[in-house]
């Protein structure tokens, strides 16, 4: 169990959702891609075949007409 507070800029979050969205098909909120951000800082911290799980708590629908999806 992971138990730390992880800080994510809103730019960060920003731009880790639009890089699920490029890399994966998956249109995600910024909440969900700041968690995807802190996901896989503590990944990055953890020993080779160790798992990570990032609850995502919103989509990217509600952001398609915002500044969050227009480069994609």
Avoid: C, W
Wanted: net charge positive; proline share 1%; hydrophobic share 45%.
């Amino acid at each position: 169990m992971y138990d730390k507070v992880l800080s994510i800029s809103g730019d960060e979050a920003m731009e880790t959702a639009r890089e699920v969205g490029r890399k994966e098909g998956i249109l995600v909120g910024i909440s969900s891609g700041a968690a995807i951000a802190a996901a896989l800082k503590v990944a990055k911290e953890l020993r080779k075949g160790k798992k990570v799980l990032a609850v995502v708590p919103d989509n990217g629908e509600r952001y398609l007409s915002t500044a969050l999806y227009q480069e994609i």
